[in-house]
């Protein structure tokens, strides 16, 4: 499995962009699909999620500004970013999991793409 990270890129704060990451390879049909971001000198923290069947959570900081989406036919979740301050500046990873079971014991897939960097400037 691997994941494509894309859509990144400078933007001044108060402006938007879209990210995407395309899962190919042996994608399950259930899965959770994640945006993390991880700033300079900070460790990565989660920024949203969504399962299969749409349920969504995002980390305080970013809710109201942020949606995340996802298009199971294409295997692409998306983040829509709008009012972007320059506490966003971050490199923006996609991670998937997916898992299957076997005598009864779950197996979890755990996939990472690489960064895409957002720098907001102020």
């Known amino acids: 499995v691997q994941l494509q990270a894309s859509g990144g890129g400078l933007v001044q704060a108060g402006g938007s962009l879209r990210l995407s990451c395309a899962a190919s390879?042996?994608?399950?049909?259930?899965?959770?699909m994640y945006w993390y971001r991880q700033a300079p000198g900070k460790e990565r923290e989660l920024v949203a999620g969504?399962?299969?069947?749409?349920?969504?959570n995002y980390a305080d900081s970013v809710k109201g500004r942020f949606a995340i989406s996802r298009d199971n036919a294409k295997n692409t979740v998306y983040l829509q970013m709008s009012s972007l301050r320059p506490g966003d500046t971050a490199a923006y990873y996609c991670?998937?999991?997916?898992?299957?079971?076997?005598?009864?014991?779950?197996?979890?897939?755990?996939?990472w793409g690489q960064g895409t960097l957002v720098t907001v400037s102020s």
């Open positions: 969504i399962d299969s069947g749409g349920s969504i």
């Open positions: 390879g042996d994608i399950f049909s259930i899965n959770d």
């Open positions: 991670r998937l999991v997916q898992w299957d079971y076997s005598d009864n014991e779950r197996y979890n897939y755990e996939y």
